[in-house]
């Protein structure tokens, strides 16, 4: 424990005290000028990493941000006289205003609209510098003063060291931030935002706030960078500069502070290699042997494809060749960038920091903090007394798909402390009913009722935050988080510091509570011992009572388990049930959506049978097995019913 | 005789667009088999007309330089897919926006180091001397823009109706599993989109590259304005992008007129972005219902 933080902090500050002595050993402006360049690209490539590791989208705008911020600091400087703070605050805020705006547009795409979306921005941002001569000079390029910090005059190592200190400060915040609450939001938005809703986070609020934080930190380098070389112009902004803060992130490796910086530092130093021929044979022959390490270790291990071994090696030997043959290296920095950008995208997708991280743990024999005990279950899920009386009232609901009737005026109600069923064969309208009581879709017509009020009806968030929870029929996991960080995203009542204190690492003792609780509810569906491992990785039994777990998190005063069983092999689905009378004893009503009649026969009092988005029958699981039109609903029409056999395991 | 100038200027800005809508028909037949897009078809554009170019510089004809250019398209289609898209989609990732841009970045330098960084002109037997219509000026050579346009959508579109491979293109395009299950080869049908998606970008560039001349940067506005045509109309909306096209052209022709060439970009990016916010799926396109 206190090991693995000695030696974390400790590399950190190292790190920082030897870029902070480097000035005062070497007297040499242009390393000077490098390391000074090297922290700016740090903290523009934290802000970055932000969207495009931890939201996993493609930004495409973070040298939009750049330059946004660069001419913001600019020109406060020259029209309002402003000092060093107050134009870096105003860089800052001008990304964060810019970043929201666009955010907001972008807030419900993904993948490839969301990467157009920050292009046009970007490509529209150019536009406008480039243009609006009157305020920034367009092509002709602007001349900025650097002005004084506090009243003192910065000298080039000054300025490095406000550089330095802004970005430890951005690096501390940052890892407060992303380890809290918010940056496991971040991630679970990645994996599965209908999820993320589901469990009441707020897709869109960390949408935003996650976005507008990356461009505030793009407009904070950008007020640094335009002090740094006090001369800005608007190509210095664009497609050629945001490729290279892409390779920064990849290369050094996505959702990792460190692979921003180690990205900083190679995008910092690559002209250097660029220009110096001997510099680069050697570079691209050390590329290449790592290519053919990784590739043929992966190859014998048959953990990658071939074109994933084969096509880097490819990449780094055309490298090889052409800086063998090509006169002027510089000419060709384009294609160096692409062949670079290419081999590690391909062949080393975590980055060098993933990849050393994993080696590093390794060497020191670092282990994973340990666990806090579980919280009491009373604290976590408190037992509510099931008082009886009308928990869910579905009044004539309805809900069509062009012409297809899929709830087609169903009627019910779920009595609180019950666990009610309901059954129908395929495509009878289950499903499509508990995604309309949980908000995914709007109904056409009818109403719906949680204990008289009416439940918000199309948003999954707003459903979430009146005590109903679910769990869903295929996976919706957040597969990159662990176990335990797939229920501490959901848990309700436990984040309430303010985001200030959360970036000033305030927050640790609710992180703690959280983690108890997540750990209690984990054993309660058995996966106690599973805490740590990624989702993904589970079994599929144990995704399923993942799920629930995660649902639990909630506090739920109503549980939807939508086929919970689906799939399970025989000794799960008794695990299952034992899990669910659980549940169920903490005084949780429950709606079972099942196929397998023997666990609906075992946990439910009461059962409605769905068939063509019609209720066709309800009762106790004995009569609606008996009912003549269930039997026919699922068995199809028989001439004697009472001959015919209760539908066992149908569907 | 103000109106006729502004008339003059909407139509030769929406023959204009026919290009870009042209290229926006070239992310349509990728996005419906795999709902993926080349982020570098603006390269692909631009190589496929300095390569039609050399073929001019060797001597060919210019009937045979057409299909040539188009046959070197498809090829870099293929490439594309092969070396950017296919390892991607089946880890159902989506590596392939980076992927992508960057075989773009890696074709760009390419064609600075082969061909050179200046802009050239490109040699047509098509005429420029304008025809009069109704007093508005129009050149043989924006027409053919046009009729090329039109031709070629025309046919693919009765490739994917008429023919086998066209069917089992449709096939994929409505549910790659159904498809697969069917013994119809996904894995194929996603590469022979990427190809003729590179026929049709290699056709644009050779129809655009007499009117803008031929040089590394020649696509880098052109796909911008693709990408805006393809996202307004919705990238699964048929021949919405020709409407789009022809609307987003005369746009940025009077934009450009009125505020200065330089903001002509402007309209498009704006247009984009704000249809990305109010519709995601386009003013032509199907909103998909999400399923869990």
Redesign the interface.
């Known amino acids: 424990m206190w090991k693995r933080l000695l030696l974390i902090r400790g590399a950190e500050l190292a790190a920082l005290a030897l870029l902070a002595a480097i000035p005062l050993m070497v007297d040499n402006s242009y390393v000077l000028g490098l390391l000074t360049l090297l922290a700016i690209y740090g903290i523009l490539l934290i802000g970055l990493d932000v969207t495009v590791g931890y939201l ?1 989208q ?1 930004n495409l705008a973070q040298a939009a941000f750049l330059g946004l911020g660069a001419y913001a600091a600019g020109l406060s400087v020259a029209h309002f006289d402003f000092g060093m703070l107050a134009a870096l605050a105003t860089a800052l805020v001008v990304g964060l205003i810019f970043g929201t705006l ?1 955010a ?6 993904e ?3 969301f ?3 920050t ?3 970007s ?2 941002s150019a ?1 406008t510098l ?2 609006w001569e009157g305020l920034t000079l367009g092509a002709q390029g602007l001349q900025v003063s650097r002005p004084s910090f506090l009243g003192m005059t910065l000298d080039a190592p000054e300025f490095f060291w406000l550089c330095l200190l802004l970005l430890a400060l951005v690096w501390m915040a940052m890892r407060n931030l992303l380890s809290s609450q918010w940056g496991r939001a971040f991630e679970a938005l990645r994996d599965s935002p ?1 999820a993320t809703d589901a469990m009441g986070v707020g897709t869109y609020r960390h949408k935003v706030a996650g976005f507008a934080l990356a461009s505030g930190l793009g407009g904070l380098a950008g007020g640094l960078y335009a002090f740094n070389f006090q001369y800005l112009q608007p190509q210095s902004f664009g ?1 050629d500069l945001m ?1 290279i803060l ?1 390779l920064g992130v ?1 290369l050094g490796g996505r959702k990792s502070l460190w692979g921003a910086l180690v990205g900083a530092s190679l995008i910092a130093l690559l002209p250097n290699l660029l220009s110096n021929r001997g510099l680069f044979q050697i570079f691209s022959a050390i590329g290449l042997l790592i290519a053919l390490a990784a590739g043929g270790q992966g190859l014998l291990k048959k953990t990658t ?1 071939p ?2 071994a084969l ?1 880097p090696v490819v990449a780094m030997g055309i490298l090889m060749v052409g800086s063998l043959i090509v006169e002027n290296t510089e ?9 670079m ?2 081999s590690v ?2 062949g080393l ?1 975590e980055g060098l920091m993933g990849f050393a991280a994993r080696f590093l743990a390794k060497l020191f024999h670092i282990e994973p903090p340990r666990l806090p005990a579980p919280a009491s279950l009373d604290t976590v899920l408190p037992k509510r007394i099931a008082n009886g009386g009308a928990l869910l009232e579905l009044r004539g609901l309805e809900r069509y ?1 062009g012409g297809v009737k899929a709830v087609d005026g169903v009627s019910m109600t779920v009595q609180a402390g019950e666990i009610h069923g309901l059954i129908g064969p395929n495509g009878s309208g289950k ?1 499509t009913a508990v ?1 309309v009581i949980s908000g ?1 879709y709007v109904p056409t017509g009818g109403d719906m009722l949680l204990r008289g009020k009416s439940l918000p009806v199309g948003s999954l968030f707003k459903v979430a935050r009146t005590g109903v929870a679910r769990t ?3 996976l ?1 996991l957040f597969g990159e988080l662990s176990a335990m960080d797939n229920v501490m995203v959901a848990l309700k009542d436990v984040y309430r510091s303010p985001l200030p204190l959360v970036l000033l690492g305030l927050a640790r003792g609710e992180e703690k509570r959280a983690r108890a609780a997540a750990l209690a509810l984990l054993e309660l569906v058995g996966l106690g011992d599973q805490a740590r491992s990624l989702a993904k990785d589970l079994t599929y039994g144990d995704q399923r009572f993942l799920e629930i777990a995660r649902a639990l998190a909630r506090k739920p005063e109503l549980l939807i388990l939508d086929e919970p069983a689906a799939g399970l092999a025989h000794p799960d689905v008794n695990k299952l049930m034992e899990i669910i009378k659980r549940i169920h004893e903490r005084g949780v009503s429950i709606i079972l959506i099942e196929h397998h009649m023997d666990v609906i026969s075992e946990l439910c009092g009461i059962v409605t049978v769905l068939d063509g988005g019609k209720i066709i029958a309800a009762g106790t699981a004995e009569q609606v097995k008996r009912d003549p039109k269930v039997i026919e609903a699922y068995l199809g029409v028989v001439d004697d019913p009472a001959g015919a056999a209760a539908p066992a395991q149908a569907g | 005789m103000y109106t006729l100038l502004i008339v003059q200027l909407a139509v030769s800005g929406a023959l204009m667009g026919m290009v870009y809508a042209l290229i926006a028909y070239g992310f349509q037949l990728t996005f419906a088999t795999s709902k ?2 080349n ?1 570098g078809q603006g390269e692909l554009v631009m190589l496929s007309a300095f390569f039609s170019l050399s073929l001019i510089d060797s001597g060919l004809p210019y009937w045979l330089v057409v299909p040539g250019g188009m046959l070197f398209g498809a090829v870099l289609g293929l490439f594309v897919e092969r ?1 950017a898209v ?2 991607s989609l ?1 880890q159902k990732g ?2 392939w ?3 992508t ?3 773009g ?2 074709g ?3 064609a ?2 082969i061909w050179g960084r200046d802009d050239r002109p490109f040699p047509t037997p098509i005429s420029s001397d304008p025809l009069h219509f109704f007093g508005i000026d129009v050149t043989p050579l924006e027409l053919s823009v046009a009729i090329g346009v039109l031709a070629v959508m025309g046919l693919v579109e009765l490739f994917k109706r008429k023919t086998l491979l066209g069917k089992a293109f449709e096939a994929v395009s409505a549910d790659r599993d159904a498809a697969q299950l069917m013994g119809i080869s996904a894995t194929r049908t996603i590469q022979l989109s990427y190809g003729l998606s590179g026929l049709v970008a290699a056709l644009a560039g050779i129809l655009v590259a007499p009117i803008t001349t031929v040089g590394p940067t020649m696509a ?1 506005v052109l796909i ?1 304005k693709a ?2 045509v393809a ?1 307004v109309a919705g990238l699964d909306s048929g021949f919405g992008i020709v409407l789009v096209g022809l609307f987003l052209g005369a746009l940025e022709s009077l934009t450009s007129f009125y505020l ?1 060439s ?2 002509r ?2 309209p498009g ?2 247009l ?3 249809a ?2 109010v519709r ?1 799926n386009g003013v032509f396109g199907k909103a998909s ?4």
Do not use: C, H, M, Y
Not at chain 1, 104 to 109: K, Y
Not at chain 2, 289 to 292: E, S, T, Y
């Open positions: 996993g493609v666009l907001f547009p972008a807030l419900r795409l993948g490839p609209q990467a157009l979306a292009l046009s921005f490509a529209l536009t480039n243009e209908i497609w490729v892409l990849v494809r074109f994933q096509a000419d060709w920095r384009k294609a160096i960038f692409a062949l950008l290419f995208v391909v997708p798909f499903s995604n995914l869903f029929q295929n919706q | 993926s897009i982020f070396a296919r390892l089946e989506e590596g926006i980076l992927l841009i960057i075989l970045l890696l760009f330098s390419a600075e180091n880098s911008l990408f805006s996202v200065g330089g903001w970009e402007a990016l704006i984009l972005i704000l990305l916010a995601p219902i999400r399923k869990v």
